[in-house]
């Protein structure tokens, strides 16, 4: 198929390069056209203008950081609003506010086209290996006619309901994720400055029901070595992601206490001057309220989680 791409950045970049290994003409466009170098000697071509990759393409795909980026590309001068074409279709990989999503597929629809949003989840790894879900709202069969492109980039692609579902579910699972760290950089101090130090505290814990499930191996990454940057999502987008989460709420009259509360934690690290880093950041401002570190050396960590 011949696929148009907007935003080539930490996960776009990637995620167009398995479409072409998977056979697809790529047109591309971004901001940085240092960016597409990858692409185009992959054999992609370059569109100066996001409407320009929309010239003879089954489907647009955009990667963007989040809602002011997405109305600028398909609303905004030189957006694909100019040049859409009936039965053209976008899936719009951002993690975005379902209330934007759905208010610019009602543009599109008058134009004929339709609007997908399907973000990824799966980190810059996933994004590079393929191994990644897509949860996908919209048209049904819309979906069907560009999943073989959506396979070409994802083992785990998921049609879950109408146009905007795909943005509430990634935000359910960001949200819940960053909620857990909360609770765990609380959790921990408290067992450290209790009297346990990190290694054995968190040997324990894996073994328990919880890490059972593997919870707390991916305390192994940033949190435990103490290994913020370079990031492997960067706190300032994670904020983004639930403060649309704490949007959804209002709208809907949700009480989110404890999303607020995460909410506050974030924004008092980017004030920190601390937005360019890991996410995980956050959870030192615990570690400063409660004056303990929980720190497990790497080649522990390796050890115990029989890297070694």
Known sequence: MKVGFIGLGTMGQKIALNAVKGGHDLVVNDLARQLATPLLEAGAKWADTPAGVTEGADVIMMSLPGPPEFEAVTLGPGGLIETIQPGQIVCDLTTNSPTVVRRVAEKFAEKGAYLMDAPVSGGPAGA????????????????????????????????????????IAKLVHNLTGYLLHAATAETFTMGVKAGLDAESLWEAVRQGALGRRLIFDAMSLQYLPGRFDPPDFALKLARKDVSLACEVGRDFDVPMRLSHLVLQEMTEAINRGWGDRDSRTMMLLQEERAGVEVRVPQERIDEVLGKK
């Open 128 to 167: 590079l290996t393929g191994k990644m879900a897509i949860w996908v709202g919209g048209d049904r069969a819309a979906y069907d006619k560009v999943l073989p492109v959506l396979q070409s980039v994802s083992d785990q692609p998921k049609y879950i309901g109408d146009v905007g579902s795909g943005s």
